[in-house]
Structures are given as structure tokens and as C-alpha cells.
């Protein structure tokens, strides 16, 4: 197991390596996870000596879910047939039996009813922790695991056909700078501040994840090549003329943008390359965009 956690390690710094990215915990922690998680031994490993917090598991969430369905339907099963007990109940004479099953049945069905609003609490709980499944907690953009599930059921409903998608990368320009000079904290504030400004100059209709430390994806849905440029050139715009203030510092960060459209038959693979081809081209200029079709 140690020899097999030490080949993983020297594969996230090679990972790291390959798209430009220093090993800072942050950066390695999410690389080092995603390796461990890949090759199936996270269940095997101690959540303390890997500074995890234990993930809330989607089987769980969804064995729970079932299981309050099924409480439910018991329920309104108990419901329904107390309130046929009352009808036949209504019909006999033995005023004394009567009370007593009425009374019984009455609150019977007063406790089914609270157990209902309670049941109400537990499915918007479930809800709650299932979309948090999906959420990057520092931005609040959706995560990684939101984007193949998003992106994957988009794919595999058009791939008989070219759909009117369109998918961007966006990289923040020199973002190890900002972090030497002003220190991650604040990093953090222009990554929170970037994902707020994108989410206001886009539509209901598309989507933003983050895809790794400094790196987002934007899902143009129902967009064709130049509804999706109109609106990187705005992000674009809005970003290089946007000074950000934390405390007393002023920061001014910058954008590159890869943007391509969807083929026929694309797969979350190649639609991707091709958008990360066209940001390798932004990068060389930065504070730019390009595309590639």
C-alpha cells in the first residue's frame, strides 16, 4: 500500500507539472484525491493522515431517499385505511367502542400528518445534501463531478446530431503571481469574485464549474459560436475593467478564454481538447480569447 501511495504521489506532481501548476497543497490535495479515488483504495486509507473531510456518499443519499419514499407510502397507507376504520366505525351502535376507536384512530391519524411534515423536511434536507454534492465550496460554481454529470447527459441525448453547445475554458492570467504577492487569501477572494461576476453575464440557461484551481468551464447550452463569443467578449470586458479591492490591497486580474462549439458525435473528451487547445493560443497573448472549432 505504502509503495502504491508513493507512486500516486509522484504522479500528482507530474500531473501538476503537466498543465503548469506548482504543488501547493490546495492544487495537490485535489490532483492526490482524484488519483486516490481513481485507483479505488480511499476506503482503505485513514481521512486524518489524508486531511479529508469524509464526502457525504451519493449511494447513501440515495438509499435514504428510498427509504423515506417508502415511509411515506406506509404512512398514507396508515392514513387511508384509519379513515375507512372511522367510516365503518360511524355505522355501529356501541356508542363506548365507537369513542374508543374514534379516538384512536383520530389521533393515529395526527401523528401520520406530523410524520408527513417531518418526511416534507427529510426530502428538502436530501435535496440540500445532494446538490451540495455538486457545488465547489469555495466559489460556489458547480464542481468537477456536476460537470460530468451535466455535460455527459447533454452528450450522450445529441450525439446522433450537432448541437447548438458551445464550451469555454477560462484560466486566470498569472494567478501564482497574485497568490506570491498578496497571498492565497486573497487568491481565494479574486477566484470567489470572478466565478460572482461570470454568473451575472451568463444565462439562466448556461453554466459554470470549476474545473481545477484557477480553471473554469463554461457550459453555453442552446448557443451557437457566436452568441457564445458575444459573451466571452463581455466576461472578457467586464473582467479587465474591473479592479477588485480586499482590505488595502487593489487587485487587477486578467482572463484567457478557450471557446469552441460542439460536433457531431463529440464526447466530453474531445470537446474539451479542442476548447483547451484554443485557451493554449488566449494564454500566449493572455487577457484575450480564441476559438477553435
Known amino acids: 500500500m505504502e509503495e502504491l501511495i508513493k507512486q500516486i504521489a509522484k504522479k500528482s506532481i507530474e500531473e501538476l507539472e503537466k498543465v503548469h501548476k506548482s504543488p501547493y497543497p490546495l492544487y495537490y490535495k485535489e490532483v492526490f484525491d482524484a488519483l486516490v479515488r481513481e485507483a479505488g483504495i480511499l476506503e482503505q486509507l485513514n481521512p486524518k493522515l489524508l486531511c479529508l473531510k469524509p464526502d457525504l456518499n451519493e449511494e447513501l443519499i440515495e438509499k435514504t431517499r428510498s427509504a ?21 366505525i360511524n355505522k355501529v351502535d356501541a356508542e363506548e367502542l365507537k369513542k374508543t376507536v374514534a379516538d384512536f384512530s383520530s389521533t393515529l391519524i395526527k401523528n401520520v400528518n406530523e410524520m408527513g411534515k417531518r418526511i416534507s423536511e427529510l426530502e428538502n434536507e436530501l435535496d440540500k445534501a445532494y446538490k ?46 497574485i497568490n506570491d504577492t498578496f497571498g492565497h487569501l486573497v487568491g481565494d477572494f479574486v477566484l470567489i469574485k470572478l466565478v460572482q461576476m461570470i454568473k451575472k453575464l451568463i444565462r439562466a440557461s448556461d453554466s459554470i464549474f470549476r474545473y481545477g484551481g484557477d480553471e473554469f468551464i463554461i457550459v453555453f447550452n442552446r448557443s451557437n459560436i457566436d452568441m457564445a463569443s458575444k459573451s466571452v467578449e463581455r466576461i472578457l470586458n467586464k473582467i479587465r475593467k474591473t479592479k477588485l479591492k480586499y ?42 480569447y480564441e476559438v477553435v472549432l
Not at 465547489?136 to 451535466?150: H, I, S, V
Open 68 to 88: 423515506v419514499e417508502n415511509v411515506q407510502k406506509t404512512s398514507s397507507s396508515i392514513k387511508s385505511s384509519s379513515e375507512d376504520i372511522l367510516e365503518i
Open 132 to 177: 451540495d454534492l455538486l457545488i465547489d465550496p469555495l466559489t460556489k460554481a458547480y464542481n468537477r463531478k456536476a460537470l460530468e454529470k451535466k455535460l455527459g447527459e447533454i452528450l450522450e441525448k445529441g450525439k446522433e446530431r450537432q448541437l447548438d453547445l458551445c464550451v469555454a475554458i477560462v484560466d486566470m492570467d498569472d494567478f501564482k503571481k
Open 247 to 288: 482590505k488595502d490591497y487593489i487587485i487587477v486580474a486578467t482572463i484567457s478564454i478557450g471557446l469552441t462549439q460542439h460536433h457531431k458525435g463529440d464526447t466530453m473528451e474531445t470537446i474539451l481538447k479542442r476548447a483547451d487547445d484554443a485557451l493554449y493560443k488566449a494564454k500566449k497573448e493572455k487577457n484575450s
